[in-house]
T-cell receptor, first 111, second 115 residues
């Protein structure tokens, strides 16, 4: 059967407000970080990535912040829209090409 | 649509049967990855190909699992003698071959249910 872990941390945000999703990573050797959005029944969708030689990167309505000192990654979504409702995963990579995913965060946008 | 394509989308089978999934990566992507995802969890890495060469395998990939990418394009993942614990979403991703740290682009997966 399916594994446990159905109760994801959930962020409820009003439409139009900004969202911040946090992620702690474990491997100090990780040099690549990436955020994915996953909607029900679909595969993870690439949002934005950042390499370890940077501490901030901006995309369209999204910003990723990297703090290597405390091994923390965050994703900021500006002017959150109903279509942003999904589960968000951070992932880390190091040397090899595999990605290690963190636990997801559910974002619920309230119209 | 030129994204990663996976077939079938759903597979229901009895315990003990063999199943095979197919992944067609984004064209010109040299790297192809397989992951497994169970409900409420993030994807877990299974294996990775650079062209036709299988370069890395996770300990999760037991001897009942085999993956191939014979011509460096599409890939298949076969599970033999399926068990209840194999029930999961099997995801395929691809990325360009040049340089490290390229974003992996995922398909919508094959959901496997073992009865």
């Amino acid at each position: 059967g399916e594994s446990v872990g159905l109760h994801l941390p959930t962020l409820s945000v009003q439409e139009g407000d900004n969202s911040i999703i946090n992620c702690a990573y474990s491997n100090s050797a990780s040099d690549y970080f990436i955020w994915y959005k996953q909607e029900s029944g679909k595969g993870p969708q690439f949002i934005i990535d950042i390499r370890s030689n940077m501490d901030k990167r901006q995309g369209q309505r999204v910003t990723v912040l990297l703090n290597k000192t405390v091994k923390h990654l965050s994703l900021q979504i500006a002017a959150t829209q109903p279509g942003d409702s999904a589960v968000y995963f951070c992932a880390e990579g190091w040397g090899s090409n595999r990605l290690a995913f963190g636990k997801g965060n559910q974002v619920v946008v309230i119209p | 649509d030129t994204g990663v394509s996976q077939n079938p989308r759903h597979k229901i089978t009895k315990r003990g049967q063999n199943v095979t999934f197919r992944c067609d990566p984004i064209s010109e992507h040299n790297r192809l990855y397989w992951y497994r995802q169970t409900l409420g969890q993030g994807p877990e890495f299974l294996t990775y190909f650079q062209n036709e060469a299988q370069l890395e395998k996770s300990r999760l990939l037991s001897d009942r699992f085999s993956a191939e990418r014979p011509k460096g394009s599409f890939s298949t993942l076969e599970i033999q003698r399926t068990e209840q614990g194999d029930s999961a979403m099997y995801l395929c991703a691809s990325s360009p071959g040049q340089g490290a740290n390229q974003p992996q682009h995922f398909g919508d997966g094959t959901r496997l249910s073992i009865l």
